[in-house]
Structure formats: C-alpha cells, structure tokens
C-alpha cells in the first residue's frame, strides 16, 4: 500500500497547474489582496457568518446546516468524513450562496483517518521521527482523500499528569520529545503547502497548558509560573507553529484564573504580535458559552465581546457569534475592523487551502468518488503495522520468556485480547472497529499451523457497573459478559493449565483514556486484577500485554509477570503488530515518553524535576530528606526506558572540547555495541543538567536523542552536537538567557542509566 499511496500522491502533485497558471497564486500578497477586496464585498452577516465552525450531530442535522449555508451563515463544516455530503454542502454554497465563498471541513484526524496509528502516546515511545512523519503523511493522505482540508491535530500538551485522561493524545510529559513530534506532525500531514491535494492544514491543540490542569481533572484550571510556561509547557506550540501549522485551537482550561478563550495577552500579545503567528484561531467545542460559568463573562453577548476581542476567530459548535455579534457592532462595543479582523483570519486559511481556486480540490471529480467509503483498498496496513510494532515498550523480561516460541499450547486471555474497538483506542476518526486485528487474531495469524491459541475472555474491563454505564454512555462501547466473574476466571484459569504459556491482555478500555475520562487511581480495574492472580497461581509463565492511554501502576503486575509488554492502544493492524513483537519476528525498540509511577500518591513524577535543597538518596537514607517514608521512591518504569530481546553497551562519553564557547559548538560522543545474539534498534538519549545556576535547573533535560539499528556485535559511534541553544532558559527576569558554569552531560538508552561527563560554558 505504500507504493500505491506515494504513487498516487506523486502523480496528483505532477498534474497540478504551475503557480503561474493558477488563478490566484499561493503567494502571501497575492492572497492578502485577494482577500481585502473580498471583505469590501462582504455585509456584515456575510463576515459574521465565516466565524462560524458548525458540527455536523443531532442538535445541527445535515438539513439545518444546507439551509444555514445559503444564508451564508457558516464558515466550515467539521464532523461530516464523506466526499458525498461535503461535495453536497459544497454545492449548496456553490450554487446558492451570494458570494460563493467555500466551505472548508475538519475532523479529529489524531493518529489516522481510516487507517488507525497508535494512540499518540505510542507514536511518541517510538522515538522514531521517520515513523511519525509515515503517520502524518498516510493520515493527510486519507483525510484529504475524503475531501477534508483541516485537522484538530497535532495535540503538543506536555502533560506530567496521569490521571488526565487526554494524555493518550500527546506525547508524553517531556518538552523537547513533544516538540519535534509536534513539527513533525506538522510538516509531514501540511507537505509543501496545505493546498496540495493529499495535504491538509493542522491546527495544533489546545492552546495552551491544557496538560497541565490541576488534579488531571479535565476542564480544570492551570496556575503556573512565567517561567515554567515559557520553560515546559509552550516550546512545543511554537515549534509547531514555526513549522508552519495554519491553526490554532484554543483551550478550555484557565491559565492563572483567566480562560484561554478569554486571554488576549495569549492569543493576540504572545500568539500574534510575539510569536508572529498570521493563521486562524478557533475555540473549542462550546468554549464561548463556557465563559459564562468560568465567571468572567455575566451573559451571552458579554461573552462574545470578551472571545471576539480577546483573539478568537472562529466559534466551534455554537450559535453564540451569529445572534449576539450584529447588535454588538451596531452598539459600538465591537468595531467593525474587529470583525474584519478574525473573517480575514478565516479567509485567509481557506486561500491558503487552494479553496479560491478550486473548491472541490480535495474531493476530485464525482465520478471519481469511491464506490465504498470503507473498502478496503483504501487502507495503509503495511504502514500501520510497522509503526505499531516500533511504538511498543518491553518493561520486563525475566529469563528470556520472549520471545515466545510458535509451537506448543499458548493460552490467551483477558478483556482486550479479543476487541476490535478498544485496540483502536480513542479518536480513531474514521476508521471502522470491523477492520482492525485484535491480538486473538494476529496471534492466529502468526502460528498457523504451529501452535495451538486457546482463548478465554477471563473478565469484564471492570465489573463496576457505573463504569460499565460510564463507557456505554454514547454508544455500546465495552461489552458486558452475562456471566458470574467466577465463572469466567474459571474458564480462563481453566485454559492456562492446557498451556506452556499465558498470555493477558489486560489494561484499559479506550474510552477510559479519553477526553472527559480523568481517573482518580491509575491500576488495572480491580476485576482483571482478580484475574491476573489466578493466572499467576496457576505456576505457569504469565506474560502481561498491556493496552492502555496512560501510564498506570503496575507494581503488582510488574512483581506477577515473567514478562510484561506495554502496547498502548496500537490501532488497526495492533494484533499483527504485538503478535510480530510477541513471538519475536520484531525485535521491540520502544522507550517510555512518560515516567510510569508506583503509586497514584507519587504523582506528579517527571524525570526532569527541579533539585531540592534535602535530595533523597535511597542509597544513603536520611529522614529529613524530600521523599516518602511509606514507600518506594521513584518511579517503577522511568521516562525513555524500554528493554529488547538483545542487549547494548555505551561507552564513556568523549567530547569534541572541555569549553564551549558562546557562539561555539561541541560534540558528545560515545560507541554503542549491540552487545548481544539478535539485531535490534535502540534510542541514544543525550541530557544535560546546569548544576549551579542563577536560578534552579532540572537535574537533567532531554536535548537530543538517536534511534540506531544496529546487528548482533555490530558498533555505532553516536554524535550530538551541543551549542549554545541548547543551554538556554528563562531567569528569574524572564530573560531568555545561556549562563556562563559547569554543565553535566549524560548519554543512556534510558534516562536512569547513562554515562556521565561534563564541559564548561564560556
């Protein structure tokens, strides 16, 4: 499918007009020209209306909406995924509307289309660039095939907040990962230009600190230091933004008591005037009423006034602009050249989209419109495999238990093992449960004829009925089996004595890592707890495949298992792609974006804390020290850690030079032998740590990292060169400065276990 995908798209980008021959060029004068005649045309209904994003559901059926966009009162369309409704609604404008000005749509296109990635999450342990850039480019591919111009992607919150359900839609709890994931995302799903036919416009989410909300509670507020925000949280929004991102979608959090949707200092003195940021603003779902009940707006028409001057372009899934913005201008309480303002904003995106140019750009011909929106010619399995496979993290492998042998009875059992739904995990945008592989099947599929599968479902995701509830809300998500928990864990007790081997499946359901799903505990649900016991009595070997959004604790489970392998949600191709890791026809190179704790009493746990005047040395414990008494310090998992089926050895590090200038460069470089039986990949990771500052700096920073193949006996020398960027940060004046000192350099495989050594800046 690869072949046929790059073809394709290679042959779409050689038959389009050269820039010359196009009626309005892509060019930023050309399009703000075009644009500022345009709104001299425009009445004010007419502005108003391309501020607003409708979404297509119940309470707006399809119908309402044609109407709506007649009287040109819609900018864009999200929610709708097929060429026929939106050539349809398309049409309507086209062929009814004064102006003629296009619709655009989106859609949550988070880590697929149709063809469903690992969860974010899982994309970031890859530590693989190429592998995420494989998912932005098949994804836009897709998305635009179904005539989409604009994704709600990529999600660059830094979160060290587990118990956030959208965790499992970023990329773990480090600054410098999420950034380049970000830009990578960005670059890969926009291409050359977001108007190219199997290319779409990002909008990067959600602006800003959402993965910072106080108790993992979504929704919730954020209050946090200048320089922490500068520091941690905001790098991997201008990252994407310089990498060229269209969009913006604004936050439903507060930041130090004030809504994003209601900031100006963040969406027009940081957004606009400082990071020079020209493309649209959008609000989140609902998120102008919602300033009503954050308490800084005391009815509707106040609200508007507070979103539309603070910097919010287009409304999503609200009537709010419409009905209240008109009488706003005419009291004087917003001006016209506000409203001029955020419609150009819009115009200007739907220009850089080639919409002025050809409306139907991403929908093609109608007689080209597929015969079956779902057939499967239109996947990209062979990629999805591959990424899944390099997404997942081996935590534990005691006595070479993996690989498994493809031979023999192999026991397989738990409420993941056999759901095509939940290994898609959440926001898999188009993509259709029927045509994903669960892991019962891939492993059929990798032991045909070789070795016998017996399955038994062992538990319920959870036996608590209001979560049962919880998950079936909208739609019949999690199946609830009729039988006694007794029952089933006989069953399954029963097929772990028939076998050599017993694989779990267990974790979480996808709609348990999701938005609006924070959690208060972070362990397996208490029923596949019951059940992993009577597996582990059985005295046969227990490997524990986990499928989950976020990090849990697994100190029980790690103690239980002989072996334990973290697989996110993997997506369409997820059984195939653990069944390849599983049996060792892939060896796993997976490292942690995010530190797993031993005890949801430990949060937050990130690796690059800041040091404290009493550190705790569990080598030398004293009492007055910052730990706990009541248990294990640190976390049970830490942040960039993974295991393989081989093992590797790094040498001391050497540098380039002792100094560093100030305008100057050095390298780090140490040796890496894969030092055992089977080739296998691995991630150089190279941190650094200011010990002695104007302020206190973490104890140490990821800054670099390398993913290296290496065969058995085989060495690599790894590079990374230093400069003086990579030692910046924000003092306590808010000054982005680099300070003269020592400076500890640290290069691993994990961020724990690394060698050490150290230069001076001049």
Known sequence: MKWIYSVSLAVTLAMQPALAEIAHPLTEQARDAYVSELLQKMTLDEKIGQLRLISVGPGTPKEAIREMIKQGQVGAIFNTVTRQDIRAMQDQVM???????????????????????????GMAASWDLDAVAEVG???????????????????????????????????????????????????????????????????????ALYGAVEGGRDYNTVDMSPQRMFQDYLPPYKASLDAGSGGVMVSLNAINGVPATADSWLLKDLLRDEWKFKGITISDHGAIKELIKHGVASDPQEAVRIALKSGIDMSMSDEYYSKYLPDLVKSGAVSKAEIDDAARHVLNVKYDMGLFNDPYSHLGAKETDPADTNAESRLHRAEARDVARKSMVLLKNEQDTLPLKKAGTIALVGPLADSQRDIMGSWSAAGLARQSVTLLQGMKNATAGNATVIYAKGANI??????????????????????????MIDEAVAAAQKADVVVAAVGEAQGMAHEASSRSELTIPASQQKLLAALKATGKPLVIVLMNGRPLTLATEDAQASALLETWFSGTEGGNAIADVLFGDYNPSGKLPVSFPRSVGQIPIYYNHLPTGRPYNPAKPNKYTSHYYDALNGPLYPFGYGLSYTTFTVSPVTLSSKTLARNGKLDASVTVTNSGKR????????????????????????????????????????????????????????????????????????????????????
């Open 95 to 121: 062929q009814l509307s004064r102006l003629k000005i296009p619709l655009f749509f989106a859609y949550d296109v988070v880590h697929g289309q149709r063809t469903v990635f690992p969860i974010p999450l």
């Open 137 to 207: 480019r098949v994804s836009a591919y897709e998305a635009a095939d179904d005539g989409l111009n604009m994704t709600w992607a990529p999600m660059v919150d830094v979160s060290r907040e587990p118990r956030w359900g959208r965790v499992s839609e970023g990329f773990g709890e480090d600054t410098y990962l999420t950034s380049e994931m970000g830009r990578t995302m960005v670059e890969a799903m926009q291409g050359k230009s977001p108007a190219d036919r199997y290319a779409v416009m990002t909008s990067v989410k959600h602006f």
């Open 462 to 487: 959870s036996d608590n009925k209001s979560i049962q509830d919880f998950l079936n809300l909208y739609e019949q998500a999690v199946s609830v089996d009729s039988r006694t928990p007794q029952q």
């Open 679 to 762: 080739d296998g990949a691995t991630v150089v990771q190279l941190y650094l740590n200011d010990p002695v500052a104007s302020m206190s700096r973490p104890v140490q920073e990821l800054k670099s990292f390398k993913r290296i193949m290496l065969k058995a006996g085989e060495s690599q020398t790894v590079s990374f060169p230093i400069d003086g960027n990579a030692l910046k940060f924000w003092n306590a004046k808010m000054q982005y400065v680099m300070e003269p000192g020592k400076i500890n350099v640290m290069i691993g495989l994990d961020s724990v276990h690394t060698q050490d050594t150290s230069f001076d800046a001049l």
